[in-house]
């Protein structure tokens, strides 16, 4: 696994960003995206469908997206993820100081989100604040109960899949840090 300061063993094709809600993926996916040359798909685009139920068309499209040469996208969803990692190159984990950085943006996106009532994917809205009392998987509440997945997910990666590689990045000073050095240095 190497860190925010290593250099790439090359340039990369094929991205995945993994971290918890709010940790950013979505916003450094689109930028790695940009620099790579390759496609973003939001990963929540295919898979939400009318009032957040999941899409049955959601893996055939994961796999439509993948046979593109260059692309980016957030590594999420039980359903996608080995599919994804088998053909992914690299995997930057965004590991980032759950109470300080990441749980404030999850619930400061919701909050501007649902006062705003953001469409968000297939015309799908934030539900009521009041709903994080009452729905498990309110979106605050899956940050909260899954923000140390990863810690599981994302080790076993490199040996499971030996073409990955897997750089952590546990600040966000450590990202820009990437972004702008070892990331631009292998897409010149």
Not at 52 to 59: K, T
Not at 83 to 103: I, K, S
Not at 109 to 120: H, M, P, Y
Not at 143 to 152: E, G, L
């Amino acid at each position: 696994m190497l860190s925010g300061h290593d250099a790439l063993p090359h340039r990369p094709r094929r991205v995945l960003v993994a971290g918890v809600s709010g940790a950013g993926k979505t916003t450094l996916a689109r930028r790695i995206a940009a620099v790579t040359g390759g496609l973003h798909t939001e990963i929540d685009a295919p898979y939400h469908g009318p009032g957040w139920v999941a899409r049955p068309e959601f893996v055939a499209d994961v796999h439509a997206f993948m046979n593109a040469e260059s692309w980016t996208t957030e590594w999420q969803y039980t359903e996608a993820r080995p599919l994804l990692a088998e053909r992914a190159d690299l995997l930057v984990w965004l590991d980032l100081p759950f109470v300080r950085v990441t749980l404030p943006r999850v619930v400061g996106r919701t909050i501007r989100r649902r006062i705003r009532r953001s469409q968000l994917w297939n015309g799908n809205i934030e539900p009521p604040f009041r709903t994080i009392f009452t729905d498990p998987e309110h979106i605050v509440r899956w940050a909260i109960s899954t923000r140390r997945s990863y810690d599981q997910r994302v080790p076993p990666l490199e040996a499971r899949y030996p073409q990955l590689v897997v750089v952590r990045l546990r600040s966000q000073q450590e990202v820009g840090q990437w972004f702008a050095g070892p990331l631009r240095r292998a897409t010149r």
